[in-house]
């Protein structure tokens, strides 16, 4: 159905708590991606994978880490949450140099 | 590294008004960049408007437009005569297409709100 799904779509976190972004799409795409949007400063990227177990930082990969043991699934994770990483999280996939397919976002609140 | 800049918004248009929304590239990853322009609708997430791989080449979308122009690296989407569905958040990109590491860089993105 050429669809990529992010769970949750809303979280609220106190500084020092532990975050799990999810993702997933059903298009059978190789790479994967997650960008950060705040005010100001457009998407950011923070991790891509190329696929299973094949991920590389991206511009901002600082306070987050990653995890793609199924080619269909890409989370993100924050050890640690920190206020300053109050964003929209979007995920996206893609199929070689083709465009990226994005997720509705996740909004995550760090107070 | 590779950035785009976009017309800062917010833009406000009347419905039925000519559009232009500016944006400018620097590649510096690869000679010949992919160029995207995506849209973001209240509540949803970001999808594709338009692209174009090919310098000089146009590529057009539910009435918008927008050229490669590699002697100016610009990209600048247009529309005749914008209606108010159109309201949303426009985002120029860059793509890298040189194969393996391939990634998108955005701009930061345009609010565009066209009023009845």
């Known amino acids: 159905d050429m669809k990529v799904t992010q769970m949750p779509r809303y979280l609220i976190k106190r500084m020092g708590e532990n975050v799990l972004l999810e993702c997933g799409q059903d298009?059978?795409?190789?790479?994967m991606y997650w960008y950060r949007q705040d005010p100001g400063l457009g998407l950011q990227l923070i991790y891509i994978?190329?696929?299973?177990?094949s991920n590389s930082e991206g511009d901002i990969p600082k306070g987050y880490r990653v995890s793609r043991k199924k080619r269909e699934h890409f989370s993100l994770i924050l050890d640690s949450a920190k206020t300053n990483q109050t964003s929209v999280y979007f995920c996206?996939?893609?199929w070689g140099t083709g465009q990226l397919y994005f997720g509705e976002g996740s909004k995550l609140t760090v107070l | 590294g590779d950035s785009v800049t976009q017309t800062e918004g917010p833009v406000t248009v009347s419905e039925s008004e000519s559009l232009i929304i500016n944006c400018t590239y620097s590649a510096t990853s690869i000679a010949y960049p992919n160029l995207f322009w995506y849209v973001r609708y209240p509540g949803e997430g970001l999808q594709l408007l338009l692209k174009v791989i090919t310098a000089g080449q146009k590529g057009s979308s539910r009435g918008f437009e927008a050229t490669y122009n590699k002697e100016t690296t610009s990209f600048h989407l247009q529309k005749a005569s914008v209606q108010e569905s159109d309201s949303a958040v426009y985002y120029c990109a860059l793509g890298n297409s040189g194969g393996s590491n391939y990634k998108l860089t955005f701009g930061k993105g345009t609010l565009l709100t066209v009023t009845p």
């Open positions: 298009m059978s795409h190789e790479t």
């Open positions: 994978s190329y696929d299973v177990d």
């Open positions: 996206a996939s893609s």
